[in-house]
């Protein structure tokens, strides 16, 4: 199973702050202020947190009437290329294995990956693909599957081509259903909640300014 999903991106930070576009220098010719300067980075990073969330999965899963669960979810920020994208796996559908929410899984997961989140529109939904797939035997956690992933986002970050990783089937080895296999990819860096975005700050800013150049 496989689609596309959107994120809004009007993500209200803690604090607004209205940046000046310009100022008058000397002369009185107008510059751009360092406030207008960041205003790219800012509205990127509220779409990548757009993602870091399992409202898109949650999306992914209710179009499928799977059930409304998605079991330990990760994300990760993906930079390369001059591009950045999200991530996201998690266990989806049934049966239900473990005796805690943290080791929650199926035989199932749901893999989404986003567009260039460099290129989306000032506030555009962010579209993104997803596919479930069968869960890798020996796998136990996501976490577990991102590692095994870990060549092939690599890779789709560094030639800044995801299609083969949109189109893989799950991670090496025998899958619990399907005698499906398959990877290849990376730049990821792994984490639960947004907080991780204070970490990925500067790899962003370093991809946007290489656009702009």
Not at 164 to 173: K, V
Request: aromatic share 6%.
């Amino acid at each position: 199973q496989g689609g596309e999903v959107t994120a809004q991106t009007s993500v209200s930070p803690v604090v607004e702050l209205a940046p000046v576009d310009t100022a008058d220098g000397e002369g009185g010719q107008r510059r751009e202020t360092p406030a207008a300067r960041g205003e790219p980075l800012r509205q990127l990073t509220r779409r990548v947190a757009a993602h870091i969330s399992v409202a898109p999965g949650m999306q992914a899963v209710l179009a499928h009437a799977l059930p409304p669960a998605l079991w330990q979810p990760a994300f990760a920020i993906c930079v390369g290329h001059g591009e950045v994208h999200v991530v996201t796996m998690a266990y989806v559908g049934e049966p239900v294995a473990g005796d805690r929410p943290t080791c929650k899984r199926t035989p199932y997961l749901l893999r989404i990956v986003t567009e260039d989140l460099v290129r989306q529109a000032p506030g555009a939904a962010g579209a993104a693909k997803y596919a479930v797939r069968p869960a890798s035997a020996g796998l136990d956690s996501v976490p577990d599957h991102f590692a095994a992933a870990d060549p092939s986002i690599f890779a789709a970050a560094d030639q800044g081509s995801w299609v083969a990783f949109e189109c893989m089937d799950t991670a090496p080895g025998k899958p619990r259903d399907e005698g499906r296999a398959g990877t290849w990819r990376r730049n990821w860096s792994l984490t639960r909640a947004a907080s991780g975005l204070g970490r990925q700050a500067g790899k962003a800013e370093r991809a946007l300014r290489g656009r702009q150049e």
